[in-house]
């Protein structure tokens, strides 16, 4: 068994999101942590500990949305399975996610080509699976290798890869599909794309289309996912349980593939 991590780190300084949501780590070494270790022991100095050091710890500031995680249908609207019930359901909030949906056979459509903006059609979807020889099956995770993934990191990166639109991810969701995911910033195209088309067109219904998909029919996707180019196109099992979060609208997932060796 081959484990592969499909998950970006949450750290300081590096673009992988807009400016003004990116974490925030605070670092507390060793040294910086005696008077936290009083608390508990009265009294105690670093020369009652080895060396001098108390503990390490983090404190982080960040959104679910910051780091490889899971988006729940709860992210895309209130509502979700139009397209499956009279006036939907109330849309799954991320501890409500069932688990079993999020250990399954892995599918990866390798979108590299599409230039930066492009927004991917079901044609799209349907020849990328011929191409590889892959027949969907219920429940599979689909995931997208966009341009975006070269580029983590980098000054364009919120603005790179390609989409999946509307009528793309109800392709996938019809087929049984109930996650997905991308190496890239967003699973729609970057906002700086779509604002240029709703300007041109005036359709405001471009704006997150394959997000809004989920009121139709509820599903997840994971974003910025990482290292998919290293991956086959279909015959690994992908794993990204989220971190359980009361009532939220996604989770932090250490994603990962697993493949026989």
Same mark, same amino acid.
């Given at each position: 068994m081959r484990i592969v991590d499909l998950s970006i780190n949450i750290e300081n300084d590096i673009v992988g999101d807009p400016a003004f949501s990116r974490p925030k780590i605070k670092y507390l070494g060793h040294d910086d942590t005696i008077d936290r270790m009083r608390n508990f022991f009265p009294g105690l100095t670093s020369a009652n500990l080895p060396d001098g050091k108390a503990w390490? @710890?983090?404190?982080?500031? =960040?959104t679910t949305h910051n780091g490889t995680h899971l988006d729940a249908p709860y992210h895309f609207h209130p509502t979700m399975n139009h397209a499956l019930y009279p006036g939907g359901e109330r849309a799954m909030t991320?501890?409500?996610?069932? =688990?079993? %949906?999020?250990?399954?056979?892995?599918?990866?459509?390798?979108?590299r080509h599409f230039e930066d903006g492009y927004v991917a059609t079901a044609d799209d979807v349907r020849a990328e699976l011929d191409? @590889?020889?892959?027949? =969907?099956?219920?429940y599979d995770i689909v995931v997208v290798n966009t341009r975006a993934g070269e580029r983590y990191g980098c000054a364009d990166y919120v603005e790179s890869g390609c989409g999946v639109g509307r009528d793309a991810t109800l392709h996938l969701l019809k087929a049984g599909v109930r996650?997905?995911?991308?190496?890239? %910033?967003?699973?729609?195209?970057?906002?700086l794309y779509t604002a240029k088309r709703v300007?041109?067109?005036?359709?405001?219904?471009? @704006? %997150?289309?394959?997000?809004k998909a989920g009121r139709e029919i509820g599903y997840c996707h994971i974003e910025k996912l990482h290292a998919l180019e290293s991956l086959p196109s279909h015959g690994f099992k992908i794993a990204?349980?989220?971190?359980?979060?009361?009532?939220?609208?996604?989770? %932090?997932?250490?994603?990962?593939? @697993? =493949?026989?060796?």
């Open positions: 390490a @710890i983090e404190n982080v500031e =960040l991320i501890d409500e996610i069932p =688990l079993d %949906w999020c250990f399954r056979s892995g599918v990866k459509l390798d979108f191409r @590889i020889g892959c027949e =969907l099956k219920p996650i997905t995911g991308t190496d890239a %910033w967003s699973w729609d195209a970057p906002f300007a041109a067109t005036g359709d405001y219904g471009l @704006i %997150w289309e394959g997000h990204c349980f989220p971190v359980k979060i009361r009532g939220a609208s996604a989770g %932090w997932t250490r994603a990962v593939a @697993i =493949l026989d060796d």
